[in-house]
Structures are given as C-alpha cells and as structure tokens.
C-alpha cells in the first residue's frame, strides 16, 4: 500500500491524516516538536500548577469543517457552551453591558428587540452589513463599515479583530465577508459559541490521535524533516536530522507546517511573510464570572487592552488578538493593564492572582491585500506533495476552521493526483 508522509501535527496536519487514515493506504505523522496540536493545545503550566490552552479560540457552530472533524475523531461531545448564541460584551469605558443575541433562524427578527442588539444601535443599521459582500477586492473592513458608528466600534470592530487577528484599518473585508455570510449570515443556529470544557488537546488533539493509532498511522515526535530529495518533479525522499526516509513510486506528501518552513524546504514557494502577534494571559483564579456572563463563560471587551475574557477551570485567560503595538512590552505590564480590564468585567477589586504571560509573534499571517495574494495553493508543481495550513489559500482567515478545511482540501488532492 501506498504510504502517505504528513510533515506537521498542528491542526492541519491532524486534519490531513485523520481523513487519510479512514482510506486506504498507510499514513506516517512526523512532528518536529514534543507533542501535537500547534498553536491549538494545552500543556500543565508548573509556575500556575494547572493545565492551560496556549491560546483561546471560540468555535461557531457554522464552523462546518470542525465540526465535521470533531464529529470524525468522536469529540463533539468534549465541547460547551450556553447552547444559544449568546455574546456578552462590556464597555470597559462606561461600565455597560449587553448581550449580543441573534435569532434562530435567517429572519433577523431579534434586530427589532432593543435587548438583544447592540445599545444605541437601530435594525436599520445592520443593513450596512451588506456592504460585505459588495466589497471591492482589496478594501479593508474600516472603509467599508467604519461608518457604521456605534455597530462598528461595539461589535464589528471587535468581532473582526478577534476572526481577522488584523487591524481594521489594513484587515481585508473579503475575508470577513466569509465568515460573516457562514455564520450571522445563516441565522443564530449558525452562531451558537462552543469551546473545549476541559481543554484543546483534549477536545482537538487527544481524540484524533487516538482515532489515528486506532486506524494503523505511524506518529513520531521529535522528528524533523529538514529537506526533500526531488528528481522528476516528485519528492524521492525525506531527510530528517538523523536518517533519511526513501519514498515509493506512489508515496505522497502533505506538507502541514508553519509558512516560513515551508518556504525553508520549498525555496520557490511564495508564502505570507507578514504576521501578527497574539497576547494571551492567563489568571489562576477561583473567580469564574460576572452574572452578565456567567453561563456564556467569556465576554467580549470594548475600549480595554484585552478583547476577550474567558472563564475556564481554575483560569481566567485573557487574549490580546492583533497585537503587534503591545507585543513587546514588559510581561508584568500586559499583566497589569489586562488585570485591570478583569477587574471591570468581574465587578469585583480582587488582588492580581499568580499568572503566565504567553507571547507568540508569528501568531497568524497578516489578514491584508498583500498578504492575501501570497497565500499558496494546495496543490504544487511537485506531483506527490500538497500544501496544507491556515495560510494557504483556503478562502478563510487564519482560524482553526481554516486549518481544519486545508487539512480535508489536501488529503482529497492527493486522492484525485
């Protein structure tokens, strides 16, 4: 049987091999890392004494493709939520607070209850959502719904912010315009938030995994691929730091790495080479949540230096998106301001618990014009390899969703080559 080589075990990679290992075929897992998940997975943090996510990602349930994958390994069932759309937010400025609940279905009948849509706000302003999906090719949210006033600054601002990891005023509009038209677009019963109760490896990670060993896929860590043997447009062969691994005739490749590794073993590839920084910090604290948002189990932040608060076992975690002006500040100082900013969603003068400060740089691809055209293709011009990640060119911005439909995208190239 044919051998298929999965170069990365992020969410892409586990997407990849997941669809892979129910057809026939084998299929062999190579991680340069400690353990699986990429920028989706949790570890036990020794300074906080408990298990924490390295970052904080908010599931739809139009999120299709996830679910779809968590459907596959049999962890739906791992994921919580309020069971509605329900989207609790804050004005850090002025203390107010209101929940953002859309209806059902399509008909947007909940934009005529003034408890259910943004204060301040009139159904007719929604209207202007539609300018979306008129948007020419490269404008950017801010020019095409920055007039929108209080809309835009207390719910598409931060919604963009939070989808796009992007300023407004550079963040391309037709990637919103996707994620809007799957999700608000198909009604509330698209819109429903859903997150892992105990954490992401366990929902994300763990189960696929274990769905893959149970199927017969090979998976290694510690191993890194560090180039290809090519000869007639095929990869011949992996080489890794301490053996090299000879390909058959109908072996393939699917390479599920970040985009500057990618570019490192492929010198021609053209890849995003612009990125934003994500702040995440994370509060070992028995203090769950406001009544405001208690059963939501997070709430967005408008005027703060966080954007979102998320209540989690034994751990407030508070995410900082698009956060290249801040990114290199002193740890204890982001601790400062976003403790300040929990304070104000908690109601509460509680002392700054013990806390972990996690920075990642190149969290995401820069959701920009520019950017937007060096996203790459599943396919390449190697006949047995093909590109999976959130920065190829999935239609999406760089979203667990993303990653998930370039894993599917690449495992039904190769079986069509």
Request: glycine share 10%; proline share 6%.
């Amino acid at each position: 049987m044919p051998t298929t080589h999965v170069i990365g075990a992020g969410l892409a990679g586990l997407s990849a091999a997941t669809e892979l290992a129910s057809r026939p075929g084998d299929v062999a897992i190579y991680e340069s890392g400690p353990a699986a998940g990429g920028r989706c997975r949790s570890y036990f943090d020794r300074g906080l004494g408990c298990r924490v996510d390295n970052g904080n990602h908010l599931l739809l349930s139009g999120n299709m493709a996830a679910m779809a994958f968590l459907d596959r390994i049999g962890a739906r069932t791992t994921l919580a939520g309020p069971g509605l759309a329900r989207f609790p937010f804050l004005d850090i400025a002025d203390g107010t607070r209101w929940t953002l609940a859309p209806s059902v279905g399509r008909l947007p009948w909940w934009l005529f209850s003034s408890t259910r849509r943004v204060p301040g706000t009139r159904p007719w302003h929604y209207l202007g959502l539609g300018a979306l999906q008129r948007a020419r090719a490269e404008a950017t949210v801010l020019e095409v719904l920055g007039h929108l006033g209080r809309l835009y600054t207390h719910m598409l601002e931060p919604i963009a912010i939070a989808a796009l990891n992007t300023r407004p005023a550079v963040a391309l509009a037709s990637l919103l315009a996707v994620i809007v038209r799957e999700t608000l677009g198909r009604g509330g019963a698209a819109c429903i938030p859903t997150f892992p109760r105990d954490g992401l490896s366990e929902s994300f990670v763990d189960p696929a995994l274990a769905f893959m060993r149970a199927r017969g896929a090979r998976v290694s860590f510690g191993r890194r691929v560090i180039a290809f043997d090519v000869q007639a447009e095929r990869v011949t062969a992996l080489h890794l730091l301490d053996e090299s691994i000879p390909l058959g005739a109908d072996d393939r490749v699917v390479l599920a790495v970040p985009c500057w590794i990618a570019q490192d073993l492929l010198p021609h590839l053209t890849v995003p080479d612009a990125f934003e920084a994500i702040v995440n910090v994370h509060f070992r604290s028995k203090e769950l949540a406001h009544d405001s948002w208690a059963a939501a189990r997070f709430v967005g932040l408008v005027g703060g230096t966080a954007e979102w608060i998320f209540a989690k076992p034994g751990v407030l975690s508070v995410t900082i998106s698009a956060a290249n002006h801040l990114v290199d500040r002193p740890a204890d100082e982001l601790a400062e301001r976003t403790w300040g900013d929990v304070r104000r969603a908690l109601g509460r003068n509680v002392p700054m618990p013990p806390l972990r400060v996690v920075k990642e740089k190149r969290a995401t691809f820069a959701c920009t014009a520019a950017q937007e055209k060096r996203r790459p293709g599943t396919r390449t011009p190697l006949h047995n390899l093909v590109l999976a990640g959130d920065w190829t060119a999935t239609g999406l911005p760089a979203t667990i969703e993303g990653a998930i439909r370039s894993g599917v995208a690449a495992a039904n190239a190769l079986q069509l080559a």
